[in-house]
Every structure is written in C-alpha cells, then in structure tokens.
C-alpha cells in the first residue's frame, strides 16, 4: 500500500485572480510562505519516504520546507504540472467570465479545453500515469506530492470514479493536504482538502 499525500502549493497573488498556468516566475507570497512554512509541523505524524513536485517554482517552494525537515531532495516531475491554459494563459478569469467558450470549458470540461491548451482529460491521463509509476517505485511507503489545483483535483476524481466535469465540486486550498492510498485492492481516499494529516490505516 502506497499512501500519497497530494498537496496544493501555498498562496500567490494569482490564486483566484489570474490564469497563470506554465507561465514561470510565478512566487508564493507572504502568506503561501506562511502556509508552506507550517507544513513540516502538519506531516510529522507520517514516516514520508519522497517528495515531489511540480517544475513550477511555486510548487517548488511549498515543498521546500518540508524536504529540508526531513533530509529529502525534492524530486521534479514534470507530469504534475499545471494544465497548460494555452491561450488563457495570464488571462483574468474576470475578463474571462464573458466568454462563451470559457463558459463551455467549465461546464463540459470533458470535452472541451482552453485554446491551443490542454484538455482535463489529457493531465488526468499523465498525472494518472506519474502517480501509478511512483505506486510501483514506492511500495509500502508514503509519498508526497505538491502540485496544482486542478491538477490534484483531476486525479482524485480519477479514483473517485467520477467525471472530470465535476472537477470545480472538489475544494483544494491553498497548501491542503489531501490523502489518498493504492494497493492491490481499490483505491481509498482517506481525505480530501485537510489542514492536517490524519490516522492512515497502516501506518500505525
């Protein structure tokens, strides 16, 4: 049994405001350095084995004090990058609010995507792939990852069973924690969006 513990990355000026999507230079602020900051204190209670994060800077940086707490290198992996808003990218989502085709997008996000971006489909494919890869490379161990929204929400909606059109029902904060645990049996979401880690069946 691999128990992943998927994290949103802390705050930034852009959450809830502006599309950054790959776009790079892209820092956690006061208070995501705050969040990132508490989150050695919030995993104490798990034996983590890796860390890995997004190549995005912010990712980087929420993960940052917990790889130093425990002696870990931050691992990069490119499949847990934000969706590739292609031409929405930097776009404010109150500019975009107008937007026929944005409309569409999150009301079908099944069978629509951003233009010349990427489909939710297409990073619940990857981040899918990236996850049971790591399931294989760390058996019996805890693992977490730090990465994005929607990203994070694409793949618990992946072993959840659901449609990736009920993608804005998850609520991922900023810096959350939510656990999830693969084993040869079904999958088991243990948490969705904590402040803290909870008792994992386990690990004791």
């Known amino acids: 049994m691999t128990t992943f513990l998927l994290i949103r990355h802390g705050l930034t000026d852009a959450v809830g405001t502006l599309m950054t999507g790959h776009e790079p230079g892209v820092h956690l602020n006061a208070t995501g350095r705050d969040q990132a900051a508490t989150l050695p204190a919030r995993l104490t209670n798990v034996p983590l084995a890796a860390i890995y994060a997004s190549p995005l800077e912010r990712t980087c940086q929420t993960a940052q004090p917990v790889a130093d707490a425990r002696g870990l290198q931050i691992q990069i992996e490119p499949r847990f990058i934000e969706v590739d808003f292609g031409g929405w990218t930097n ?12 409309q569409l997008y999150n009301a079908y996000r099944g069978v629509s995507r951003p233009p010349q971006g990427e489909g939710l489909i297409e990073v619940q494919a990857r981040t899918v792939e990236a996850l ?15 990465s994005h929204a929607d990203t994070l929400r694409a793949i618990l909606l992946y072993f959840l069973g659901m449609p990736v059109d009920f993608v804005q029902r998850l609520e991922l904060s900023p810096a959350r924690i939510s656990v999830l645990q693969l084993g040869t049996g079904a999958p088991h ?15 004791g």
């Open 189 to 203: 979401i243990i948490q969705v969006n904590g402040e803290n880690v909870p008792p994992i069946p386990g690990l």
């Open 91 to 102: 776009r404010r989502f109150a500019d975009l609010a107008g937007d026929p085709h944005w």
């Open 132 to 146: 049971l890869d790591l399931h294989e490379r760390h058996p019996h161990e805890v693992v977490a990852i730090v």
